[in-house]
């Protein structure tokens, strides 16, 4: 359903629609379309068209739906992910169970919104998005701290903990913060690419993919406390 090109313009941030609900992609193209930061370039109504036209059109953001014929929005974000690892994905979708929020950023996922949610929270969670940051609906962070709890396991030893740096912990408190890698270096008086570099070594060392399951991991392992969540 490729009718679009991809932009070159690095202000922009372009963006595929991945919904199996014409309407729904509608709507969204409605809200995205006016504004003047935001291209649609291309809509898939499957996780496979998802796929290949993320392939072919490199959009910046994919929203993405979970429940879609053939791959569904899980493995499509997985796949795309492997392939291209700096393109976001926002997940948009009716679905809040734990379960399948857990599995998401796992696979992944940067952003998860329900699907109730206003025109303005959509354009706000890409811009977000763009600027490295990670997105998540209250209610839905709700129940991940829920999930964080009670699965918890034996907090990091001394010597487990030293296996974050100093500055991997401080940066990480700051990724709690909901703060972007700009914030960050500002913050800590370091570069850009030295929070990125500092970000790959934290999923590394979490084995996870993703800004947000990287907090979801730390809470669950003790080096992250719901404290450190407190002005997301």
């Known amino acids: 359903m490729d009718d679009s090109f991809a932009v070159s313009d690095p202000e922009i941030i372009t963006v595929l629609l991945a919904d199996d609900h014409p309407l729904i992609r509608h709507s969204l193209r409605n809200v995205i379309e006016k504004q003047a930061d935001c291209k649609i370039v291309g809509e898939a109504a499957d996780g496979r068209e998802a796929i290949d036209l993320t392939e072919k059109l490199s959009p910046d953001i994919v929203i993405m739906d979970i429940t879609m014929p053939g791959i569904d929005g899980l493995e499509a974000t997985k796949e795309i992910k492997a392939k291209r690892p700096s393109t976001g994905i926002l997940i948009l979708t009716v679905h809040t169970e734990d379960e399948i929020i857990i599995s998401l950023f796992e696979a992944g996922a940067d952003g998860y919104l329900i699907k109730s949610v206003f025109g303005d929270d959509i354009i706000q969670a890409m811009r977000s998005l763009k600027r490295g940051e990670a997105v998540i609906s209250p209610a839905v962070l709700k129940g991940i701290l829920k999930y964080a709890s ?83």
């Open 150 to 232: 009670q699965n918890r396991i034996q907090p990091f030893t001394v010597n487990e903990r030293t296996k974050l740096t100093v500055k991997e912990q401080e940066i990480l408190r700051l990724v709690a913060r909901g703060l972007s890698n700009k914030e960050i270096a500002t913050m800590l008086g370091i570069s850009i690419p030295g929070v990125k570099s500092h970000l790959v070594a934290l999923f590394s060392k979490l084995n996870t993919n993703s800004r947000f399951e990287t907090i979801i991991e730390s809470l669950r392992l003790g080096i992250l406390t719901v404290d450190d969540l407190k002005n997301r």
